[in-house]
Structure formats: C-alpha cells, structure tokens
C-alpha cells in the first residue's frame, strides 16, 4: 500500500520561505510523477506545481519563479521550496502521485494523495 506523507507546514510571515516535504511510502512504482496541490479556506483545490516521470516541472502562473519542486530519487521524497510567500498562498498543500510513465493532470490523474499540511502566511 502507497503512502503520501507529507511535513514542513507552518506560520511564516509574508515574504518568508517554507520547505514543504513528501515522502512516498510502500512504492514499487520503478517511474511515476506527482504534483502539489493545495485548498484555501472557502475555496476549490487547486494544482500548484508537478514533475512528470522524466523529471520535468510545471508550475501554475500564480508561483511560477516563487516554487521550486524537487526530488531525492534515493529517499522516495519530494520537496517544494516556497519562497517570497504571499498571503493568498495559505492553504493546504497536498502532495500526489500516480505510477507508471506520466505527465500531469488533474486532481483525479494521481492515484494517491497526502493528508495535507497547513501553510499560513500572517503577519
């Protein structure tokens, strides 16, 4: 059974910068890709930033240049390093998976998903 574990929401002030982390547990995917999404309070899930199974990123326009998303192929984990933090980046951040060669997708392509961690940006 895969797990999705996700850690490193926090508080930060705006203009802060937060290492979200994703750790894939019980994989025996030898390819996959994955994606961070997130949900503010009141509304939709959203997609944020993905890397397909060759190791390509996207990112939605409202973090281009602001996320990085990045993977330790050896420890099965996945990071996104948010930077210059806005205010309309609070939610929760879920990260997701899917096995086999893939690219990106909505919210109903991956087949696995964390339990969210909250990010709040406050002054």
């Known amino acids: 059974q895969v797990e999705m574990v996700e850690s490193g929401g926090d508080l930060v002030q705006p203009g802060g910068s937060l290492r979200l982390s994703c750790e894939i547990i019980g994989s025996t995917f030898s390819d996959y890709c994955m994606a961070w999404f997130r949900q503010a309070p009141g509304k939709e899930r959203e997609g944020v930033a993905y890397i397909n199974s060759w190791g390509t990123t996207n990112y939605e326009d409202s973090v281009q240049g602001r996320f990085v998303l990045s993977k330790d192929t050896a420890k099965n984990i996945f990071y996104l390093q948010m930077n210059d933090l806005k205010l309309e980046d609070t939610a929760t951040y879920y990260c997701?998976?899917?096995?086999?060669?893939?690219?990106?997708?909505?919210?109903?392509?991956?087949?696995?998903w964390g339990r969210g961690t909250r990010v709040t940006i406050s002054s």
């Open positions: 997701l998976a899917r096995g086999g060669l893939c690219y990106k997708g909505g919210q109903s392509y991956y087949s696995y």
